[in-house]
């Protein structure tokens, strides 16, 4: 049994540490690096298979694929990138099927909420940066603007990272499942 619980705290360990260090380079550099992505994949395999055999392979393998449906739509619609779509994967393979659901449909609700923050922060910021640098020309600065002023290819850029919702999602079912509260360190 010490077994189990010590490969149950390193699927929540690592499960932990991927979806924060995704999280981070896709706001960074809008990138979820493959070399983070195939190592948690190789080790929630093994862990299952050497937690419940065939039957854990098997609930990490189903956990994987229904990671990657729930957000499988929304890259063919252009929503999200690949490395969204496999990361969550990744996800439902260390939590297994319960797990990934709860991630995913967590996950979307996070996704949602961060979405409107997003648009309504584009949708604010031109005003606000406009309305500064009133203020500054109001009180008589000199020498060059210290507010950037909005240009089209600044505007134009659209890109949002899903990983903050993903880990937002990992984090709150991990709670929600209890799992945070079986690891002990």
Not at 32 to 60: E, K, Q, R, Y
Not at 92 to 111: E, N, P, Q, Y
Request: hydrophobic share 55%; charged share 5%; proline share 5%.
């Amino acid at each position: 049994m010490l077994i189990n619980e010590t490969l149950n705290a390193i699927i929540v360990l690592s499960l932990l540490s991927v979806v924060t260090l995704c999280a981070v380079t896709d706001i960074l550099d809008n990138l979820i690096p493959n070399t983070v992505l195939l190592p948690a994949l190789l080790l929630a395999f093994v862990c299952h298979s050497l937690m419940a055999g065939l039957p854990g392979f098997t609930d990490c393998l189903l956990g994987l694929l229904l990671g990657l449906a729930i957000l499988f739509p929304f890259y063919l619609t252009g929503g999200t990138s690949a490395g969204d779509v496999k990361l969550l994967g990744v996800v439902g393979a260390l939590l297994g099927v319960d797990g990934a659901l709860a991630a995913g449909l967590a996950t979307l609700v996070f996704g949602g909420a961060i979405g409107v923050l997003f648009i309504t922060w584009r949708l604010i910021k031109p005003i606000l940066m406009m309305y500064t640098a009133r203020l500054f020309q109001l009180s008589g600065a000199t020498g060059p603007s210290l507010i950037p002023t909005p240009t089209a290819a600044a505007s134009s850029k659209t890109y949002f990272p899903y990983a903050p919702a993903i880990l937002c999602g990992t984090y709150y079912s991990l709670w929600h499942l209890g799992y945070l509260s079986q690891v002990t360190v």
